[in-house]
C-alpha cells in the first residue's frame, strides 16, 4: 500500500513537470495524487466496486485543487490534472481497446463497464465540487455588495 502511494506521488510529480509547473507546485500536485490514491485504497476498503472509492477520491482532488490554486495564485485546473493522474483506469483501458481489437466481446464488455464507471465517478466528482464552489461564491459576491 506504501508503494502504491508513492508512487502515485511520483506519478503526479511526472505529470506536473510535463504540465510545466513551477517550483513548489510540482511538490503540492505529488501530494495531491498521493492523498488521492490513499483516499481510493481507503474507500475500496469499505465499499465493493470502483464507483465510490473513485467519486471519494475526485472529490478530494477537486477540493485539494481548489484550494492549492487559491494558496498558489494558479489555475485550479493544473492541480486538478496532475493530482488526479493515479485515477485515471489505464489498464481497464487497455483491455477494453484489447477486447475490441481482439473481438473479445466478453473481455471488451467487462473492461469497458470498469472504464465508464471509473470515468463517471471521476467526472461527477469534479462537477460536484465546482458547483459547490461556483455556488459559494455565488453568496459571497452577493454578501459583498
Known amino acids: 500500500m506504501e508503494i502504491q502511494i508513492m508512487m502515485a506521488f511520483f506519478g503526479s510529480i511526472g505529470f506536473a513537470i ?3 509547473m513551477k517550483g513548489r507546485q510540482i511538490l503540492l500536485a505529488g501530494v495531491g495524487g498521493a492523498i ?9 476498503q469499505y465499499f465493493d466496486g470502483e464507483f465510490i472509492p473513485n467519486f471519494a477520491a475526485a472529490v478530494f482532488v477537486a477540493v485539494y485543487a481548489e484550494i492549492m490554486a487559491r494558496v498558489n495564485r494558479a489555475p ?3 492541480f486538478l490534472t496532475a493530482a488526479a493522474i493515479p485515477l485515471i483506469p ?5 483491455y477494453t481497446m484489447a477486447g475490441l481489437v481482439n ?3 466478453l473481455m471488451f464488455s467487462e473492461s469497458g463497464q470498469k472504464v465508464i464507471t471509473i470515468a463517471l465517478a471521476i467526472s461527477l466528482g469534479f462537477t460536484l465540487i465546482a458547483l459547490i464552489n461556483k455556488y459559494i461564491r455565488g453568496i459571497s459576491s ?3 455588495q
Open 18 to 20: 510535463f504540465l510545466k
Open 36 to 44: 488521492a490514491w490513499a483516499v481510493y485504497l481507503a474507500f475500496g
Open 76 to 78: 485550479t485546473t493544473i
Open 90 to 94: 489505464g489498464g481497464s483501458l487497455y
Open 103 to 105: 473481438r473479445d466481446h
Open 142 to 144: 452577493l454578501r459583498r
